[in-house]
Each structure stands twice: as C-alpha cells, then as structure tokens.
C-alpha cells in the first residue's frame, strides 16, 4: 500500500476503531455466552428455540457498533462544531463531507472486520445452524378470509419455488357458531399436499407440513370443515425452499446487514456534527444506534433472529427491509453535505 | 476537596455498614441486577416475546417468555400463564398417537419444573402458584386425554394432592383445595389475554369438575353454573350472561363475555 493511501483518514479510523472496537466487542461476546448458557431456557427442543438467542448476539455486535460511534465521532474533529483542530482539517479536506465520509466508511470496515467472527463463529457457538434455507412469504390474496361462505383461497406465486416444507399461521375469527375447529386441506398446483388436512381455532397457532422436494407455482387452501374463519394476511403462508445454502455465507452477509444502525447513527452523526458540538452529536449518534439495535427498528433484529434460526438473508424480503434505513441514513448524508456547504459561505 | 473526600469515605463507610447488616446473598445480587436492568429491558423484552408469538414456535415463546419472566420473577400469575400455554400447545400436529401425547408429557413436566423453580421468588404468594401448579395437570389432560397413560400412579388426582399438601405446609389450610376452582377465573383472563381461547376452555372445564371439591354445596352449585355459562359462550353458543355480569367474581372475564 503507498504512504499515500495509508495515510487516508479511512485508513487512521479503521485502525482506531479497530484498536477500540475489538477487545470490547470481544469481552462482550464472552460475557453474552456465559449468560446465554447460564440462562439456557427449559424447553421441549434447544434447537427449535435458538431465535430466542438473539440478544446474546445483538449484545457484542451493540458494543461494537457503540465503541466505533464513540471513537469515530472523538476521533475526527469535523464530526462535531468546534473542535480543536477542525479549521486545519476543513483546510485539507476539501471534498463536501471534509473527510467524514472517509471517517464513517473507516469505522463500517473495522465493525464488519470484528462482526464477521462475531455473525459466523460465535453465532454457531449460540446454536445457528449450519445450513440455511429460503423462507418465501406467499403473497396473499386480494381477500384472504377463508370461511364458510368463501371456503377456498388461491395463492399464486411470483415464480415456481422448489420447496420441501410449508408452514400455515393464520388469524382466526370468532368462530360462526359454536366451535368447531376449522379443517383446512392444502393444495399445491392442484394436487394434495398431505395426506391429512390441518386444524386451526385460534390465532398463533402454527402447522408445518414437510413434504417431498417439489416445484409449486400455486397453493389452494381448502375449507373443509369448522366454524372459525380464518385470516391468511401476507406473512401467515411461508414455504420453505429445498435447497441448502451456506451457512457461513449467511453469517457474512449478517455481519454486512449488522453494518446498517452504524451507518445510520454515523450518518446523523455527520449532520448533527455541521452545527452541534461533541456531547449533542455523541447523545445523537449513541441514540439513534440504541433505537436501531436494541430497540429493535431496523433490519438489523430481524435479520439476526433469522441467521439464528437457519433462515437465509439473502432474499428480495431481507432487501426491502433495508431500503428505509439505507434511505434514512443517506438523506442525512445529503443533508450534513448541504448543511456544511452552507456553513462554509 | 477535603470535605468532597471526607462524603465519599463516609459514603463508603455507611455502604459497608449497609452490606454486613444485610448480609446479601447471591440471589438477593441477581435481584439488585435484575431490578437495574429491567426499565431498560423490559420493554424489548416485551416486544421480543410477541414477535416470538407472530413467527416463532412454542419453544421459542416460552424461551422469551423466560427471558422476560426473569426480569420479572415475583409476577406468578405471568408464569403460571406462560408455563400453561406451553404445557397445553396443541404440539406439532403432524405428529399423531404416542409420539404426540410423548410430546404433551415432556412440556407439561417442563412447564412444571420451570413452576417449581419459580416458587423460590414466588414469596407470599408461592401458595397462589402451587394452588396453579396443581391444576395444570387436569388441564393437559383434558386437552391430551393420551396423557393419562404416561402420568405417575394416581394419575392428575395424585400429583394435584402433591402440590396441594406442600401448599398446606406452608399455612393455607385445608380451605386450599376448595380454592383451587375459584383461581380458574384469573387464570382464564390470562390465557384469553394471551389468545389462547382453547387453554382458557381446558380451564374452564377442569374447574367446572374441580367445583366439587367445594363443601358449600349451594356455593359450588351457582360457582360451576357460573362457570359453564361461560364456557358455553366461549364456544359460541347463545347464552344469557346476566347471572354471571352480576358476580363480580367474574369480573376479570367481563371484557371478553361483551
């Protein structure tokens, strides 16, 4: 590498968030273990329960992301109004961010080096499995209330999905007279797709039917029986695909999906920084980092249940997840710009 | 800076004071975490939990519900509800006979074992959780009647008795097994708070025949009337409600009898 490019403020910042980042990120991992082990919940299939494991991987990748904001922000003296050392800086940096995009990419690489370990192997250590498979959410119908009068409902899909497991959870009704649980019998491309039908009769209740590796382009749900009419919204038909996919690949692509809360809090970092002074830009950034990792907003929660619980992340549903918050994080860039283009007239 | 060093020695002083008077244990420290860290939380915890209702499996919802209970562990009437939901899931309706009912057994011995734990924080009302406890098996029964087969001798009759003499031990009296029918209506508010209308009718049905227990039998004749008054319109059958609108003992059901 030239002296040149080392010496890019991309360059400084990964290395300080690297230095910074790395051993909280791993202390915190071990401590997240220790308690994910100590608190191992009693249940009928640890296997089936590793999405609730989730916290105990969101909490080094939270301290991650929380050491690189506080560095990245202390580190660059244009990321806040005021700084000593700025006016040199903005001298330098000429370009219309003063360097803090090249800060903010420095501090994603160094949170994506320490997350990949962190998304791949401690993920497997929490139980992800090894593997991953497509979860295709079936589009539902303009009216997809199965009941009495409407006893048969047709899902078609975007393009033929070859499955091997099809999972119902619908939302049921007051039943329509006393209750009778409702039998539904399934249809793929017009043929059964088991041998019994499955019962509902009430809301939460899930029924998977694992069946031999097939193409479905269509489903038929079919109301034989019962009084609870039952509600399949968008999300209640889920088939999953056959097909396995890596499961280290699904862990990479984790630690990049865990890179999106940074970008946003480093982005309102950015824009926060052309007219407040450090501690406001600190309380912004840490802030908008908490709502979007540990509150929950974003992809990013989502996606880590999903990489426990063997989904694979690499879908068009994944993808859509991610538009407001990369949309979010970059109307904040295209702001700070604007701002501090003001501010230099 | 003299003064300021004198308050934090003194501070200190008062502190250790303090910790060789309360002689803290090891529980009362995980209380003292579990009680800081629970405003910050909670409220995920929460959030987490009815995700895990929407997408994930019973295991996953009641592992949540673990994580959340935690926090949480005085709250019985949360622990009974989620360990009933648990023991009472319809399980994977793929599977049918044996396996099924194999199934049923291993949750319901899980949600107990998880309530036995729980009675340690329980405090003043461990007897409340037991009185629970000791229903849960009639109702796993009545939803898995192949259950029967798998329980110890004495079947559901025996291992109530087990939770009801512990909990005459502990002071309640032999006025704890008549009680046991009249803790169905709060416990029915739970699982029909949590969605669970199958579980609030196990419950339901399992008071209506524990109503015998009650020596007062003009008492246990109107409480059980009451009761099936209920369950009939839980199950969506006309019914007149006026009898039970005016016993305020059901008033916890009143927002779904509307």
């Known amino acids: ?345 | 800076m003299i003064a300021g060093s004198w308050s934090v020695m003194l501070a200190a002083g008062c502190l250790a004071g303090a910790i060789s008077l309360v002689q803290p244990r090891l529980d009362d420290a995980r209380e003292l975490a579990s009680w800081a860290a629970r405003p910050a939380v909670l409220p995920f915890a929460w959030a987490a939990q009815r995700a895990a209702m929407h997408s994930g499996n019973s295991d996953e919802v009641f592992a949540r519900a673990q994580q959340l209970l935690d926090l949480l562990p005085t709250w019985t009437d949360g622990h009974a509800v989620f360990a009933g939901q648990f023991a009472l899931d319809g399980g994977d309706l793929a599977q049918t006979g044996p396996e099924r009912s194999a199934a049923a057994h291993r949750r319901l011995q899980i949600a107990l074992a998880w309530l036995e734990n729980a009675r340690r924080q329980a405090g003043r009302r461990e007897i409340e959780l037991l009185e629970q406890m000791a229903f849960l098996p009639d109702i796993a029964v009545a939803r898995e009647p192949g259950l029967a087969a798998l329980l110890p001798a004495g079947g559901t009759a025996a291992m109530a008795d087990h939770y009801l003499a512990i909990a005459e031990q502990l002071g309640a009296g032999p006025v704890v097994r008549e009680n046991r029918t009249f803790l169905a209506v709060q416990y029915c508010r739970g699982l029909l708070d949590a969605g669970d209308r199958r579980g609030a009718l196990a419950v339901l049905g399992a008071a209506i025949v524990r109503s015998a227990d009650v020596r007062d039998r003009e008492l246990a004749t109107e409480w059980s009337a009451h009761l099936t008054l209920v369950q009939e319109h839980l199950l969506g059958e006309p019914t007149d409600l006026s009898a039970v609108f005016a016993d305020l003992r059901f008033e916890p059901l009143f927002p779904y009898l509307r």
């Open chain 1, 1 to 345: 590498m030239s002296r040149r490019a080392t010496r890019h403020p991309t360059i400084f910042t990964l290395q300080r968030c690297l230095r910074t980042a790395a051993l909280p990120a791993l202390a915190a991992a071990v401590v997240a273990f220790t308690l994910a082990m100590w608190t191992e919940p009693m249940v009928a299939s640890a296997a089936a329960a590793t999405g609730a494991r989730a916290p105990w991987l969101s909490l080094p990748i939270f301290v991650c992301a929380f050491s690189c904001v506080v560095t990245t922000v202390l580190f660059w003296p244009l990321l806040a109004a005021r700084r000593p050392g700025a006016d040199w800086l903005r001298r330098l940096q000429r370009g219309p961010l003063h360097g803090c995009g090249a800060a903010l990419s420095g501090a994603l690489l160094a949170s994506l080096l320490v997350c990949a370990p962190l998304c791949t192997v401690y993920a497997a250590a929490l139980g992800a499995p090894s593997i991953a498979r497509t979860h295709t959410l079936v589009p539902a119908p303009a009216e997809p209330l199965l009941s009495a009068r409407r006893p048969q409902l047709h899902f078609a899909l975007a393009a033929p999905l070859l499955g091997n497991e099809l999972r119902l959870r619908p939302l049921a009704s007051l039943p329509e007279g006393p209750l009778r649980a409702s039998r539904v019998r399934v249809m793929a491309d017009g043929a059964p797709l088991a041998t019994t039908t499955a019962e509902f009769d009430q809301t939460g209740q899930i029924v998977r039917i694992p069946f031999v590796s097939r193409t479905i382009s269509a489903l038929e749900l079919v109301l034989e029986d019962g009084t609870v009419p039952l509600f399949f919204p968008t999300g209640s038909v889920e088939l999953i695909g056959a097909s396995e996919q890596s499961g280290l690949a699904n862990g990479l692509f984790l630690a990049l999906l865990a890179q999106i809360p940074l970008f946003v809090a480093l982005a309102f970092a950015c824009l926060a920084g052309a007219v407040a002074a450090l501690p406001t830009v600190l309380a912004v950034a840490v802030g908008v980092l908490f709502v979007m990792t540990v509150g929950g907003e974003g992809p990013l929660t989502a996606a880590l249940q999903g990489r426990l619980q063997g989904h694979w992340l690499l879908t068009t549903s994944v993808f859509r997840q991610c538009v407001p918050s990369l949309l979010l994080g970059s109307t904040a860039m295209i702001g700070a710009m604007m701002l501090r283009r003001r501010s230099r007239r």
